[in-house]
Every structure is written in C-alpha cells, then in structure tokens.
C-alpha cells in the first residue's frame, strides 16, 4: 500500500525544524541589528545554540529520507509544480545544513576567540584548524563565511514565502489535492478554516512573537549584587578577626578586610558597558593617618577570578591574549608612599605588576575610620595595553579602549 502522508519521525522533525528555522532567522536578524550591545551579544549567543540544535536535526532528518522513501507527489501536480516542488524540498536541506555550517566557520574565525557554550551549559567546539590560522588567513575564511551565511539567509526568507504560499495554494483554491495533509495528518483540502490549519497559523505567530521579544539575560551590564555573588577576599583575609589590639599612638595599626569587599573593573566593548570584578584577591594592609611615612599595602589578585557576569567571555580573560593567567596567575598592586589631599582623602603612590610588567600607579582614595573600623573606597584607571592586557588585533583600540577603570570598596577591621 502507497502511505500518501510521511511517517510519523518525518513529521516530527519537519515541524520541529521549521519552527526552529523561523525563530533562528528573526534571531539572527535581531543580533545583527543590535551587534555592537550586550543584548546583541547575548542574542548572537542564543542563535549559535539553535543553529547547533537546527544542524544536529537537520543531519536526522536528512538521514531518515535517504532511508525512507517519502509518499508521493499528488497525481494532479502540473510537471512544473512537480519541479519546483523537488528544488524547494532540496533548497531547504541546503539551508538548513549550510547554515549552521558556515555559521560555525563564522563563529570559528571570529576577531573575538569567544568560546561557544549551547544554551550556556554544553561546550562546542570550533572548527578543527580554523581558529589556529594566521590573523589574514582567518579574515579572508570569516569574510567568505558571513557572505555565504548572510546569503542563505536570505535565501531561506524566499524559500518560507515560496513553501507558504505553495502549500496554501493547494490547501485553499486546489481541493483535490491534498498537500497539506501529507505533514498534518487528517487535515481536508479546501477548508479555509482547517483546524489544523488554523493551529499551524496560530503556532506560527507565537514562534514569530517570540523571536521578536526573547530577551537572554544581558549578563556583563551593570552588575547588579544579585547578579554576580559579591566578590570576597580570599580565605585567608576573610578569617574570623581577632580581637583587636590596642592602639599604638603614632603606630600604624594593620587591618584585616572583612567579607564583602569588592574589587572591579569597567571598559567597554565597540560602546557598550562592561562591568566586572575579581572573586579572589587578598590585601595586606598597615596604615594609620598619622603614620602615612610607615604605611603600606599589598594586593593580591588571582586574574582568573575575572567575572562579568558571562561565562563564555570570562573563559576568554584568562587566555594568553588578555591576562595570561597561566604564566602570571597573580597581579600584585604594592604602595609604600602616601599623601594626603584632604579630609577624609588620601593617594596611595605604588607599582601595579600584571603580566610581568610593573608600572607605577596612584589609587586616590576616601577612608573613614570609626573605632576598629576603616571604610575605603577608591577609584584609579590604567592603560591595558601598557600591561599587554590585548595581544595581536586586540592591541588596537578600536573595539576595547585602553582606558580600564578599577574601583575598590572595602571594610577592614583594625586588629
């Protein structure tokens, strides 16, 4: 007996895919619109782990007709109808197959070496040998990709409008053939108010809404405390405090960070705001107003601890092309000299290493001391390219300025 609709695992994969398609599409077109913000850059996230998930059904689906012969075309189909009908089918294997795929070139061969995590949780690899390239090499296979990528795009906006209108065509105005009913099973030709029709529509519109109005959480803007766990010296700081010792007139006293302390950064990616902070750093401080010639402090940082709030670029920061983590773990900023500008107001003069270079740096900063207890704040700001902090094309300012703001805000108890 000839079957005159698919089977049941084609059906399954044929809507699932072209919904997948619909939603990826609009995604796409949002990232692009908004690619120089962070909701650009979280909605560009998405779309590579739907574009992985539209691969991986498209390679099934692909596999399962080459293995199951499909029901054939309605006997009533004109020869020209029948052609266009087999060149749309294949076109649309060779979207949903080729644009994924040069989606991943793209990705692979991007100025910014981000690693892809599906849904935030899956790690994805590059393309075996595209990301090691030489920098022309690379921008010569990125530059064909995003061509063939933003070409079957397109191409797959006119393969929709073409597949639409056919299969309303035979749905609506040719009521002996039933097209539709091939992939909605049950469904009768001529009915303008087909329930299932009517549900395809219906569903249609909500997969539409929803690529238009999903919003990733924009996780590297403004870091809210709730955010990102509030970053913490490290245990040895954050030890209980003993009790306090007594005050030694003209005696610098030392004191002990307590948990909650925070010590972040702030730049910018082509105008958008990144935020983040250190979660390990311990500091080591002797200071007393009156003693400033006998003062010091000593900052340790783990740069690996670097946390904006996105997993997948904060598993750039410790590479060799920003800080280097594996080779200099630790940035130290050390300050035996200080002056007062006022009340309340100090500069701490003293040298900040950072990926085996030290350069001197002043951290102006408020300290109000109320008993045992000092609060600080203070605000500086360094050039990253003097540390090397952006090698190769991230040398250039363009896209990342220079400038990096570096905050702290502290409570440490006098012990």
Known sequence: MVRDRYSAVAI????????????????????????????????????KSVGVTILALSLVR??????????????????????????????????????PLSGWVVVSTSKITIPTLLYGTIPWPHVPGLAELAAPAKAAWNLVAYGVHKSLAWTAWGLLALHVAGALKHQLFSRDEPVLARMAPGARAGRWLEPRLVAIVLTAGAITATGFLVSPPVRASKLAPAAVPVATPTPAAA??????????????????VAPGGTLAFAT???????????????????????????SSVR???????????????????????????????????????????GAHRYVAEGELTLR????????????????????????????????????????????????????????????
Do not use: C
Not at 75 to 98: D, Q
Not at 269 to 285: K, L, N, T, V, Y
């Open 299 to 341: 900052v340790e940082i783990e740069v690996a601890s670097a946390d904006t709030g996105d997993s997948q670029r904060d598993e750039v920061l410790p590479s060799g092309d920003w800080f280097d983590a594996a080779s200099h773990p630790k940035a130290v900023f050390a300050a035996r000299r200080f002056r007062k500008t």
């Open 62 to 99: 692909l596999a399962w007709r080459l293995t199951h012969r499909p029901p054939p075309e309605p006997e009533t189909l004109a020869p020209w109808e029948r052609r266009l009908a087999v060149a749309t089918h294949w076109g649309f294997y060779v979207i949903m197959i080729g644009l």
């Open 239 to 256: 030890a209980p405090i003993p009790i306090a010792a007594p005050v030694v007139p003209g005696e610098p006293s030392r004191w002990a």
């Open 12 to 47: 399954v994969l044929h809507w699932l895919i072209a919904a997948a398609i619909v939603f990826q599409l609009i995604l796409g077109w949002r990232g692009h619109g908004l690619r120089t913000t962070l909701e650009g850059f979280s909605l560009i996230q998405l779309h």
């Open 356 to 415: 085996g270079e030290t350069k001197p740096l002043s951290l102006p900063f408020t300290l109000k001391i109320d008993g045992d207890t000092a609060r600080l704040r203070g605000v500086t700001s360094l050039d990253r390219t003097a540390f090397g902090v952006g090698q190769g094309e991230w040398t250039n300012t363009d896209q990342i300025p220079a400038k990096v703001t570096i905050s702290v805000d502290l409570t440490a108890t006098r012990h």
């Open 268 to 294: 910018a990616f082509s105008g958008a705001p990144i935020e983040g902070r250190f979660q390990r750093w311990s500091a080591d401080i002797v200071f007393a107003p009156e003693a400033l010639d006998r």
